[in-house]
């Protein structure tokens, strides 16, 4: 072996040295970098989250918004996607995982312990690619304790209705007509209404006479329609919600679990719920199904800090604290509710026995989503305007966009549940 051969050999392992070294540093480097989460959850809620996350030991950035949409695509189509997203657009995620954007998270949770609906994937995926991390329950109408309501079709002037979001608006409006819905049609036509599958077109029966009835209840008072056009569904956040704050006189409140966190911790404790159903208009009628919804957490890159972070959160001890941190709920059924009497009617609703539906516009592809939000701003702003709410043409309009989706193999393959 020449001397200058030695010498060449002696460069070459150093060099690999070097880039042994380098590649150590950038993975060192790589683990100190936070993970970047994008959600909805702003103010208090966004305060507890953080606490939970920074349990986790797990260096993070969180950025709060109700226009996540819009800031995500940004982010995306720049090429700098954030590392976790959490949303409760199942229809969104559904398009993102068909773009190839979403990574696989299987083997980091459990399914067993999260039961249907909430671990479904699509039928063009053996992946899973989202996980609920929070859980709310719908399809239950809320009162002041000590005046639990007639089991009968209330009026208008009960109802604290508010329009108004940040964000998307119309969302309280298409709550009702998907409540209406599953209670007067079932989970089975719930279901194929949800996905968009043959026969369960937009203007069916059972959605247009459930529009109808939204629509007619409306119509009861031009002028409290107008007014719950303007209301945010929060109320003043200084008059602990609308059900509390005295100055809509409203008795009743169609509106989700996570109202409750719009009454405030005292005002909350005064706050009972019944099953929506014998209210309804219409009604009364027993309650065929609950629907729910998620906030579901997605992998956008493969960060394996990002991993671990969704392995923590939605494990059984994940969930439990941010349950008992936050006072919200979980689709993990190995987490225990507090002791309050109304937590716990929640929790069984969520993960007990009996049929369980996905919010439909939330499974829905987002064209379609936006343009259901749409149709029930303009049903309720021409009630508000002593017009005909024109059902028939909104309808058509959104079956339209319906037709003109692309097939979505990563989409939910079911909607409902009995387990």
């Known amino acids: 072996m020449t001397r200058r051969f030695k010498m060449l050999v002696f460069l070459v392992v150093m060099l690999l040295i070097a880039a042994a070294g380098m590649v150590v540093v950038w993975a060192r480097q790589n683990d100190d970098k936070p993970v970047t989460i994008l959600g909805t959850w702003t103010a208090g809620q966004e305060k507890d989250f953080k606490e939970v996350l920074r349990g986790f030991g797990i260096p993070f950035h969180y950025q709060g918004t109700a226009a996540q949409r819009e800031v995500l695509l940004s982010k995306v189509q720049s090429g700098e996607p954030p590392d976790i997203v959490i949303m409760p657009g199942l229809g969104e995620l559904a398009e993102y995982a ?4 979403l990574k696989p998270l ?14 479904q994937t699509g039928e063009g995926s053996k992946h899973v690619f989202w996980v609920p991390v929070k859980a709310d329950l719908k399809s239950i109408v809320w009162y002041r304790k000590g005046h639990r309501p007639a089991i009968s079709s209330a009026p208008l002037r009960s109802w604290c209705i508010g329009m108004r979001d940040d964000g998307a608006s119309g969302w309280p409006g298409t709550d009702w007509i998907e409540d209406l819905v599953l209670q007067r049609s079932g989970p089975g036509v719930y279901q194929k209404w949800a996905l968009g599958k043959p026969g369960a077109w937009w203007n069916s029966a059972p959605v247009r006479d459930a529009w109808q009835a939204w629509a007619r209840l409306l119509q009861q008072d031009t002028g409290l329609a107008k007014q719950a056009l303007l209301t945010d569904h929060r109320g003043d956040p200084d008059h602990h919600g609308l059900l509390f704050d005295g100055r809509h006189g409203c008795t009743l409140e169609h509106q989700g679990s996570f109202a409750t966190s719009f009454y405030g911790k005292t005002y909350a404790k005064r706050a009972d719920l019944v099953d929506s ?25 493969d960060s394996a800090q990002a991993r671990k972070l969704i392995e923590r959160l939605a494990s059984k001890e994940g969930q439990q604290k941010w349950a008992h941190t936050a006072a919200v709920f979980s689709a993990n059924r190995q987490v225990r509710p507090g002791n309050d009497a109304v937590e716990r009617e929640i929790v069984e609703r969520l993960n007990g026995h009996g049929p369980r539906c996905l919010d439909a516009s939330d499974v829905m592809p987002p064209a379609v989503r936006d343009a259901f939000y749409e149709a029930a701003l303009l049903t309720i702003s021409r009630v508000a305007a002593h017009e005909d709410p024109g059902i028939d043409g909104l309808l058509k309009g959104v079956q339209l966009v319906q037709k003109a989706q692309p097939s979505r193999p990563s989409a939910p393959r079911t909607v409902c549940s009995t387990e």
């Not at 299987?106 to 671990?119: A, F, I, M, N, V």
């Open 277 to 301: 159903a014998p209210l309804l208009p219409g009604g009364p009628d027993r309650a065929r199904a609950h629907e729910v919804t998620g906030d579901f957490a997605a992998l956008f890159t």
């Open 106 to 119: 299987d083997r980091l949770y459990h399914p067993q312990e999260y039961g249907s609906p909430w671990k």
């Open 98 to 101: 068909d773009q190839k954007h």
